[in-house]
């Protein structure tokens, strides 16, 4: 198996478990959790909201198989594509305002995913 396949897959593991631990993170915050509770949310949390987040946070989960099983590439464009759509979306946070821990996060969600593009990118075909 080849270097970057390996390299591209962990760098999404490392995207999912910065995600998660914001995740764990922001609901520490008694205000966040205080208006999950109380149904009183930025965004009301239907079902709909939930299973299209839960559609989007599958991408990451796959890519870490995908990365490892797909030929060069539809590999290469796949995870440069998924790359920077998750760069764009991460991306948006920072316009809004929120506490600093989101922003710390944020930025290690744009770091995996720009070295993602990044090794990518430069990426050399080996399979021909």
């Known amino acids: 198996m080849e270097d970057v396949k390996i390299k ?4 999404w593991v490392a995207r999912m478990l910065t995600g998660i631990q914001g995740d764990v993170i922001r609901l520490m915050d008694p205000g966040v959790l205080e208006d999950i ?26 890519m870490v198989f995908l990365s490892l099983q797909l030929k ?4 290469r464009w796949l995870n440069i594509i998924i790359a920077l759509l998750f760069i764009v979306i991460d991306g948006i946070g920072f316009i809004v305002p929120r506490p600093l821990y989101e922003n710390v996060m944020g930025i290690g969600y744009v770091l995996f ?13 080996q399979e021909e």
């Open 8 to 11: 591209l897959s962990v760098l």
């Open 72 to 75: 060069y590439k539809p590999n």
């Open 113 to 125: 995913c720009a070295l993602i593009v990044w090794f990518a990118w430069k990426w050399q075909n």
């Open 37 to 62: 509770i109380n149904g009183t949310t930025t965004v009301p949390m239907t079902s709909e909201l939930l299973a299209a987040m839960g559609a989007l946070m599958l991408l990451p989960i796959l």
